[in-house]
């Protein structure tokens, strides 16, 4: 049981077993889109989540940073349209209210409510409104809506983000599920948007904890759309128990790596959605580094190359401007030695042996015209890889965030 | 003598005594624009450099590192149009034969002849054409035209930028000036922009070289326009003792501290220049952190808000969105504490004491209205200060960088 073998499945955050949901629009939003979502396990849960390291942290992420102190949780109320950050003590009055009303409402203790808010900043939540959204969706759980759940914590986001997987686990079925939302103020650091993902395993919490800090590495911290650290950045793991399968705990080391397995396959699916749906994006950029000697080392230089605005700009203008994708691969210093390195933009060799390669023109003109690039560094030092995600630099994301496209509601974050 | 007078006055890197130059256009770039210049100093100069860190530097960087081991100079031969980057082999052997020619027809030793390149990455520089400009510029050197010294340096910088300034040392008047580009490719870590800076004074290399790194530490590495680390950037100082005014060295301290302070009075200016020329800008922002413990925290806190791109769109859309201004500024982590920090957008303050300021909605939508943004911030925690500039972020920065505007020759670098 070395290898994980799974399947998609439908079902987003709802697939695994003992998991309930439901979404509605409470009155956050102008427009009539979901913008509050209540997921709820039926038996308690190992949770473990990853936190944006922003200093100035939504009051939400305090809430459920407490919450987590006991490593358990069985629900999770999350809004859109209002980050509830830079709010003050009033902000973490109500975040804590959200907590409160849900945990009332479902007959749990608050503490196994956890919390996330994403939207605009500075601006109070309409908490009335939020409240009674709470009671409502309290009594409107299902298994039916996946993709509202997910529609429900969109901000800038163009599609709904979810995925699921099924695998076997001592002869049993198990699941993982997820959702995520993020559009901009996606920066390379962290956990940088909302993400929920729930499995009907059941798991230690340190071994969730560990399993989710390893998947969440090679995944949502793996992705950049402007570089910006956002302020209510969470990704939350849930496990129920419900398929039946034997608990996962430290001593099932074949075991876990398959769990976690099947955890980075749903969270690196949203973490490439979260980067091909950057704002304003036309293209889905993979910069894939191998031949480091170690994988933060490999991790550290894709990502300096998928924050290079330059670059990404030039890629929008499908122009083989491959000078920068070296400088940007050389701005990552550290072990970066041009004598050593192979550099293939978009499958055609441009650099190797410390010197330019010849190419044709004629493929480099149409190289770049699909919607997915991909920019291969062999750094020529060991055997380590890590790839990173990004979108396309675009007049687009300029004016969505100047405030020259769209309603006002929808530049929230 | 503890504070330093200096009067600005024209002249740019010309307004030093003794130093001569000429530009021409040699043919690297298509439109007939100066590409060339040549500056040289009729005595021997104590010269200090500062360096990209890019690990893809391009081949002139090595050929001035390697002449500035004896810490003397007296010429330095730049083009535009072409940055001799990532071109192996033949681009060593092309810089090196820019400083031998130079050399060769100023009747100069080769260690003497620094070199700069700026422009596009990985083509070769059309060396026969060079050559031949650098021995007619030879023939041409004046004291009259230093502003096409400056226009020669030009990729897709909008103007010009040169300043110098005059001051008095021991009774003898000292000049002190300075020429720049750089418009784009413009990082927060380094030099980042081609700087030449020439004064009268005899200065001991060492002083000079400590001089040099404090100035540019607080002018040029304080800048950023799209945090695209570059693998040219070169600040170049020459100091000639043709005023006569006593050598300066490591015994004078009160002197030092003068010409340390005109120096940066002229990399500033420059600096600001660049800034506020970043590619399709519209506003120079300045971001002012005071009460900082620190300079280096005062600074590693502004740069990070100047390289915030949700702000920077935010700022170009005129878009008071003070919440982007505190998720900059948590996003510096480290000592950025919520319940200190008081912030200041465009003079209105909207944050403090760990909670959002009311303010009036009517002065907030005019008061980014000007050419100019401010933002400062007090750190609460001690007396350290410093300041980043940088530009709003504009359609017309993709637009330029995706090769949808402009001839493709401008989009050098």
Redo the contacts between chains.
């Keep these: 049981m070395t290898s994980t073998k799974t399947s998609a499945i439908p079902g987003g955050v709802l697939a695994a077993d003992g998991f309930r949901g439901a979404a509605t629009h409470c009155g956050i939003k102008a427009e009539q889109v979901p913008d509050l979502m209540l997921l709820v396990s039926d038996l308690p849960c190992s949770a473990a989540a990853t936190l944006t390291?922003?200093?100035?942290?939504a009051a939400p992420t305090y809430v459920t940073e407490a919450h987590l102190r006991n490593a358990h949780a069985q629900a999770i109320v999350a809004n859109s349209g209002n980050?509830n950050?830079?709010?003050?003590?009033q902000g973490m009055a109500n975040a804590r209210r959200m907590t409160e009303v849900a945990a009332e409402a479902l007959n749990l203790r608050v503490e196994d409510v956890l919390v996330c808010s994403t939207g605009?900043?500075?601006?109070q939540l309409p908490i009335l409104a939020v409240e009674q959204g709470i009671r409502h969706l309290a009594t409107a759980l299902s298994r039916d809506n996946p993709e509202f759940l997910a529609r429900a914590i969109m901000t800038t986001d163009s599609f709904p983000k979810m995925h699921a997987v099924a695998f076997e686990c001592a002869g049993y079925t198990v699941h993982v599920g997820g959702i995520a939302k993020g559009a901009?103020?996606i920066?390379p650091n962290m956990a940088t948007m909302l993400g929920f993902v729930t499995t009907d395993l059941g798991v230690d919490a340190a071994v969730l904890a560990d399993c989710l800090r390893w998947a969440v590495d090679r995944s949502f911290n793996c992705i950049s759309v402007?570089?910006?650290?956002?302020?209510n950045d969470t990704v939350i793991a849930l496990a129920n128990g419900a398929s039946g399968a034997p608990f996962l705990d430290r001593t099932d080391r074949a075991e876990s790596e398959v769990f976690r397995t099947a955890l980075l396959t749903v969270l690196e699916e949203l973490a490439k959605m979260i980067a091909g749906d950057g704002e304003g994006a036309t293209k889905l950029l993979t910069i894939r580094v191998v031949g480091a000697r170690t994988f933060l080392e490999a991790r550290r230089v894709a990502k300096t190359i998928a924050?290079?605005?330059?670059l990404r700009?030039?890629l929008?203008?499908e122009?083989f401007?491959?000078?920068?994708v070296?400088?940007?691969?050389?701005?990552?210093?550290?072990a970066?030695?041009?004598r050593r390195v192979t550099v293939d933009l978009a499958g055609v060799r441009?650099?190797s042996h410390?010197?330019?390669q010849p190419f044709d023109a004629r493929t480099a003109k149409t190289a770049l015209a699909g919607k997915e690039v991909l920019i291969q560094v062999d750094m020529g030092l060991g055997q380590a890889a890590a790839s990173a995600w990004t979108c396309d630099?675009?007049?687009k994301?300029?004016?969505?965030?100047?405030?020259?496209e769209g309603p006002p509601d929808v530049?929230e974050?």
């Design positions: 390291r922003n200093r100035f942290r980050a950050c830079a709010t003050g003590a605009i900043i500075g601006v901009g103020m920066a402007d570089g910006c650290m956002s302020t924050t290079y605005d330059l700009a030039a929008y203008g122009q401007n491959w000078g920068r070296v400088a940007a691969l050389g701005s990552a210093q550290g970066v030695d041009p441009v650099w410390g010197e330019p630099l675009t007049e994301y300029v004016r969505e965030n100047a405030g020259h530049q974050r």
